[in-house]
Nanobody, 118 residues
Framework: QVQPVESGGGLVQAGASLRLSCAAS????MGWFRQAPGKEREFVAT????????YYVDSVKGRFTISRDNAKGTVYLQMSSLKPEDTAVYYC???????????????WGPGTQVTVSS
């Protein structure tokens, strides 16, 4: 069973970029989710095991890019043009198939905080 671990969060100003990393297994499809205070955890992006298929939530399309390096066992979320509304705890999770649904993911990391100031 894979145990994802996120890193790379921090405090940045609006318009800045940040890259999150997640230690993961090449055998699983991987997703990024986020949870803002008082809100439900929402899907952000997902990538299949080979890196050939990706999906994004509409609010991050054109700004965020998910990728993976299976040789390093790492999945990335490159975030650009960050907005205050992107502020949340970001979670990396593993699934046995490509999905945008939270309940399809079986292994979750502890999360990393991203805060975007205006």
């Amino acid at each position: 069973q894979v145990q994802p671990v996120e890193s790379g969060g921090g405090l940045v100003q609006a318009g800045a970029s940040l890259r999150l990393s997640c230690a993961a297994s090449e055998h699983y499809d991987m997703g990024w989710f986020r949870q803002a205070p008082g809100k439900e955890r929402e899907f952000v992006a997902t990538i299949n095991w080979s890196g050939s298929v990706t999906y994004y939530v509409d609010s991050v399309k054109g700004r965020f890019t998910i990728s993976r390096d299976n040789a390093k066992g790492t999945v990335y979320l490159q975030m650009s043009s960050l907005k205050p509304e992107d502020t949340a705890v970001y979670y990396c999770a593993a699934a046995s198939f490509t999905s945008t649904r939270r309940n399809d993911y079986h292994s979750w990391g502890p999360g990393t905080q991203v805060t975007v100031s205006s």
